[in-house]
């Protein structure tokens, strides 16, 4: 039996009468980085965000580490949907101290989360002034901050350039060894074969493929045969 941290049970999500989720069933194994790839507008943020608690799902189920999902899983959840939650006018320690205090935790932790991400020697230069790759490392470390099971990454590597997508894939895949599990969702093939572990292909709300990569798959091939045959008829 495969050790699943996560799991989709026909979900679905539905804004008045449109159907944009249609009855999705992902596997997310523990210790894994699950690629979830679409083109924009395909349903993968709608997704996450019903993972993560941000909407409420039509119908389906979420199981999460061998039980339904609720509230209170979102303490073992870490997650970046659309853009990281930074401050602007605070600098790095400030951005993390501002949810140490919220959440409860040992102050100790936000030096633990900037060496994961390698922010330790940004000193008191402001959130507002990083560069785009220093913002999602930094978005990244508040989302460690819990000690999450899950890592969710919503088209983490938009609008960096290519060095600091560099940064983030090489970050990305450290996190299996570290005991937590990656989401990352992305448009883009090439990164996501990169660094996933397997991937579930989204095209107009329907997972049309889901699998393991290996090394001579031609994902751009896949990804087109889904789409041609998923994609919504406008």
Do not use: W
Request: charged share 25%.
């Amino acid at each position: 039996m495969d050790n699943y941290i996560l799991e989709t049970k026909n979900l679905c999500k539905k804004f008045k009468n449109d159907e944009v989720i249609k009855g999705v069933s992902l596997h997310i194994k523990k210790n894994t980085i699950y690629g979830l790839l679409g083109p924009n507008g395909a349903g993968k943020s709608t997704i996450l965000k019903m993972l993560t608690g941000m909407l409420h799902i039509t119908s389906g189920e979420i199981i999460f580490d061998n039980h339904n999902f609720t509230r209170k899983d979102l303490h073992h959840i870490g997650s970046i949907i659309e853009a990281a939650p930074l401050y602007e006018n605070l600098d790095a320690r400030d951005n993390l101290r501002v949810r140490t205090i919220a959440l409860g935790l040992p102050e100790s932790r936000i030096n633990e989360v900037l060496g994961i991400v390698d922010l330790k020697n940004t000193g008191k230069k402001k959130a507002g002034h990083f560069s785009m790759g220093m913002k999602q490392r930094l978005g990244i470390a508040i989302a460690l901050l819990n000690n999450p099971k899950l890592l969710i990454l919503d088209e983490p590597t938009n609008g960096l350039d290519p060095f600091g997508i560099k940064e983030l894939r090489n970050l990305i895949k450290s996190f299996p060894s570290k005991g937590i599990t990656v989401i990352v969702s992305s448009h883009i093939l090439t990164e996501i074969q990169l660094v996933a572990d397997e991937i579930g292909i989204i095209c107009g709300g329907v997972l049309g493929y889901e699998g393991k990569l290996k090394q001579d798959d031609n994902l751009e091939e896949l990804f087109i045969e889904i789409a041609s045959k998923h994609s919504r008829e406008v």
